[in-house]
């Protein structure tokens, strides 16, 4: 639980302390010190009479009253101290740096209980412990550097990793990102980085906090927490950027459907982080990249105009803009042409712009103004600058820092040479502005921005299914895969349209079943996991004779139980599926069915409830959408179909929360009707 005494002390004792800096404790107290901490500052040091010129107590119940405990002491003695302060000095809020906690063994984790406990006996804040500290704007409880000057207009980070804070830090004071608050909240034993979010949120003054929130994830340990607070704060106004550190791992779960399969825990991530409108990033430097495009004005359009004197950058910021769905559009006309007579001879205005490695600071400004307020069909510009180290570029760069300033169209700059032009760099980031120094990595966050959607809305409507019926089968159903006549009853409840099917474990069954059935049919073993894998799908039977063989033949393969007769349905294969990862809930994914699932990987993913616009999003962002619509005189899928079926199935995963997998692949579409196949469900 945030609180005051954690954010805004008026006191604050750091236990451990010491006279040498290159300790935790030494460390800590320099910074605070440095920072120009303004409360009162205690210290507790057996070994000290002074430290850093503080008077230092040798024992804790020799320090005054104090609102926030800074402990940098073995884990073994910190629940004693902490029982302590709150018994004897009154104090709220805790910052552990120590190590040796539930990363350390069964020890470790009982002490961290024990002081969880006794914090929240007295609505108390924990931080840590296993973390760097704390950042805010009254004191710098860190112990590590650097220590970056705390700017209210900079970026809140909340880590998961004290180390990795440090690197992001660095690495965005090299670029030009500030930052403000920062928390590092290592084991997270009491508090979390939802936790943080949350707070953030309920307090959020648009006016006065920072705006931009940078999240370093190892774990998600409340999904739910997570979306809430991040759509609202969005909402607010704010915007978010986050890693999601070992999402791609899939643990031990057995893969025993295609969505087993395909899936993966980065799916659900990235669905979470969709739905509550986080730009999802997967690395340090593609976090700040997106921090500092967070920092220019907000690109509206998709259409870029790339300013260089370097081809071969303009050419691989083009190919990366084209690849996340943004344009870099022809510039021609009377107008381009008239900018064109303000360039050096050899010139392009085309887009990208090159006015070559002799361009000016002058010409700069020219071309920016005709992008500005004559190109209409330009929404933003990437300046493309270096320098061979032939001559000074600053007044480039003085050129650029005004536009920057004041034209209304974002401009991206892109700075290159930092060895270079160092000197001229640094003059230009102590203006406020911020330097992408790779165009590569400025191309894929630009894209990243551009299209994560807005956080959903909270009101979503979505198709009615029988409740009743689904919780029927569901409440008399055995853990693992339902049986056929479970899984038609399902369907049939959810209102997804299914394919006819007789499954018997006896040839004369199957051909009285059949009665004046259509030929083809399709034959399928029912037993084995993958029917496909065993060679037990047969196509295009014509005949009951056929029909005859086939059941013997099929009936042979390892497993099989029974066979299953469905009509041969024409159409364009297409596949949902689902899959529940702990405490998230049920990711629904489509894409195109039959082998082409594993073949090609082309799926999308949502988090349910999955609203009508989520669910036409997923299906226009598979790379197949194409044959969805129709393409080279095939006839494709009805759209509003399949966005109905994936509705139906976050209805149902909603009315049955058992559900732990499920395929349905194939469905078959063509622009009359969509039908299922083939299903499994697997529940547990």
């Not at 071309?367 to 500005?372: N, T």
């Not at 099917?501 to 059935?517: L, P, W």
């Not at 669910?615 to 095939?634: H, T, W």
Request: net charge negative.
């Amino acid at each position: 639980m945030i609180n005051k005494q954690l954010l805004q002390p008026n006191s604050i004792v750091i236990i451990g302390a010491s006279n040498d800096t290159k300790k935790p404790g030494g460390n800590m107290l320099k910074n605070i010190i440095s920072g120009g901490y303004s409360g009162d500052l205690s210290v507790v040091n057996p070994k000290e009479e002074k430290v850093q010129g503080i008077k230092c107590y040798s024992e804790v119940k020799e320090i005054p009253q104090t609102e926030l405990a800074i402990l940098a002491i073995p884990a073994k003695f910190c629940p004693d101290v902490v029982k302590i302060l709150i018994e004897e000095k009154s104090t709220k809020a805790f910052i552990i740096i120590s190590a040796g906690f539930g990363e350390a063994g069964e020890n470790g984790k009982e002490w961290g209980k024990q002081i969880k406990t006794t914090v929240d006996s007295v609505n108390g804040c924990l931080i840590g412990p296993n973390c760097i500290g704390v950042i805010t704007e009254n004191y710098k409880g860190v112990f590590t550097a650097p220590v970056p000057q705390f700017n209210p207009k900079g970026c809140d980070l909340i880590s998961g990793s004290g180390a990795t804070a440090v690197f992001i830090m660095e690495a965005g004071m090299a670029l030009g990102v500030s930052f403000a608050n920062v928390f590092s909240v290592g084991n997270a034993v009491q508090t979390s980085v939802e936790d943080i979010l949350e707070y953030m949120d309920t307090h959020f003054n648009p006016k006065t906090d920072p705006i931009v929130k940078l999240l370093y994830l190892e774990t998600v340990s409340n999904p739910m927490k997570l979306l809430k607070h991040a759509s609202s704060l969005i909402k607010k106004g704010a915007k978010i950027a986050a890693i999601k550190a070992g999402s791609t791992l899939e643990g031990s779960r057995a893969a025993t459907s295609h969505t087993g399969a395909i899936a993966s825990s980065d799916m659900t991530v990235r669905a979470l982080f969709n739905k509550a409108g986080i730009v999802y990033c997967s690395s340090r430097e593609e976090l700040l990249s997106v921090a500092s495009i967070f920092n220019y004005k907000k690109l509206e359009g998709k259409n870029i105009a790339i300013i260089t004197h370097a081809g071969g950058s303009a050419v691989m910021l083009a190919d990366e803009l084209s690849k996340g769905g943004l344009k870099v559009p022809e510039i021609s006309g009377p107008d381009a042409e008239k900018l064109k007579s303000f360039l050096y001879p050899g010139s392009s205005v085309s887009n990208p712009i090159d006015f070559l490695a002799t361009g000016t600071a002058e010409q700069l400004g020219i071309i920016i103004d005709y992008c500005e307020h004559k190109f209409e069909n330009i929404d933003a510009m990437a300046v493309v600058f270096g320098s061979p180290g032939l001559f000074d570029v600053e007044n480039v760069y003085n050129v650029l820092s005004v536009k920057l300033e004041i034209c209304k169209k974002p401009i991206f700059p892109v700075l290159p040479s930092v060895v270079n032009a160092q000197r001229e760099i640094q003059s230009f980031l102590k203006k406020g502005h911020i330097n992408f120094p790779d165009e590569v990595v400025l191309g894929k966050a630009l894209s990243q921005v551009f299209n994560t959607p807005e956080p959903t809305s909270e009101k979503i409507t979505l198709p009615n299914i029988d409740v009743q019926k689904i919780r029927s089968v569901i409440d008399n159903a055995s853990e693992g895969y339902l049986n056929a006549n479970q899984t038609e009853k399902l369907l049939d409840a959810a209102g997804i349209s299914r394919v006819m099917e007789i499954v018997e474990n006896s040839k004369e069954a199957i051909i009285i079943a059949m009665g004046a059935m259509d030929f083809p049919v399709v034959m399928k073993v029912v037993g084995p996991l993958h029917k496909s894998d065993a060679k037990g799908v047969i196509l295009n039977i014509t005949s009951k004779e056929e029909v005859s063989k086939t059941f013997d033949f099929l009936m042979k393969i390892d497993s099989a139980t029974a066979v299953m007769v469905q009509p041969q349905l024409a159409g364009l294969e297409l596949f949902v599926g689902v899959l529940k990862e702990p405490n998230f809930n049920h990711t629904i994914l489509c894409g195109l069915g039959g082998v082409f699932i594993e073949v090609l990987n082309d799926v999308s993913a949502g988090l349910s409830p999955i609203s009508k616009e989520e669910a036409e999003k997923m299906v226009k962002s598979l790379r197949g959408y194409k044959l969805i619509q129709g393409a080279r005189g095939q006839e494709g899928a009805n759209e509003a179909i399949f966005v109905d079926i994936i509705q139906r199935l976050s209805v149902l995963v909603a009315a049955a929360p058992e559900i732990i997998e499920m395929d349905i692949n194939p469905l078959i579409g063509t622009q009359r009707a969509i039908t299922a196949v083939d299903a499994r469900i697997k529940i547990g």
